[in-house]
């Protein structure tokens, strides 16, 4: 009887161990960087460091035109990053050290008859054109190389749009995480062809290109699994996770 209480017991921390290891193993596969339908895609926990969330104190969206993967139905594309909601002249700060390989400084908003024209290409030709994203709709932006060793064999960009003004960086600039880069605006958008001070915003994006593609973070991934990957991935001052 003694020896049967103790085959039971074993069994049932066998069993809770089994369950524990399972429960692990669902928790790694979900959070993935990108691409959830793919056994390769990199997980959390093989990046080197936590991103700094660019905003102090801002909270991240739930809403899910807001995240990734959202349909840009006024431009024929998907959103391939944050949108983070504040209000014009906010502070914004670099993700993770790197060096600056676009400081779109000069950026002037075209007037509205303009910015519809090239709205008008994007829905002829049912995308979004490079040019019009990179020259047009990102408004003044700062790109930053973080180069190979945030995420072995994927070289790591973050991009910063609609700014209203960059902090005195160019083009060669080496950057910490954590410095001041520049201001939370609206160029690049409607209501910066406008001409108003509407919808004021930071779109942010976190990019990993190898020599097959280049993913953006939380590609193919659903909004929870992003939102539970943020709270891990994610750190900042007055950071308010969900």
């Not at 944050?82 to 007037?111: C, R, W």
């Not at 609206?186 to 004021?200: D, E, I, R, V």
Request: hydrophobic letters at 35%; charged letters at 25%.
């Amino acid at each position: 009887m003694k020896n049967k209480f103790i085959i039971t017991i074993s069994l049932l921390i066998f069993s809770c161990a089994s369950n524990n290891n399972l429960e692990i193993s669902q928790e790694s596969f979900e959070l993935k960087l990108f691409n959830s339908f793919s056994q390769n895609s990199p997980k959390y926990e093989d990046v080197k460091e936590k991103i700094l969330f660019p905003v102090k104190g801002a909270i991240l969206t739930k809403k899910p035109n807001l995240l990734p993967n959202a349909e840009r139905s006024y431009r024929n594309g998907i959103h391939e990053g944050v949108d983070i909601v504040v209000p014009f002249m906010t502070p914004v700060y670099a993700s993770l050290d790197g060096i600056i390989v676009v400081a779109n400084t000069e950026y002037q908003d075209v007037d509205i008859e303009s910015y519809e024209r090239f709205l008008k290409t994007t829905d002829i030709m049912k995308k979004t054109p490079m040019d019009i994203y990179s020259h047009i709709l990102l408004g003044k932006h700062i790109i930053i190389d973080h180069g190979f060793e945030y995420l072995a064999n994927y070289r790591t960009t973050s991009t910063y749009a609609h700014l209203e003004k960059i902090n005195s960086k160019k083009v060669g600039d080496v950057v910490k995480k954590g410095d001041l880069i520049g201001y939370v605006g609206n160029t690049g958008t409607k209501y910066g062809a406008l001409n108003n001070l509407l919808g004021a915003h930071l779109h942010w994006e976190i990019h990993f290109e190898n020599e097959i593609s280049k993913y953006y973070l939380g590609q193919n991934i659903t909004n929870e699994d992003f939102l539970k990957l943020s709270n891990k991935l994610f750190e900042g001052e007055g950071y308010e996770k969900n």
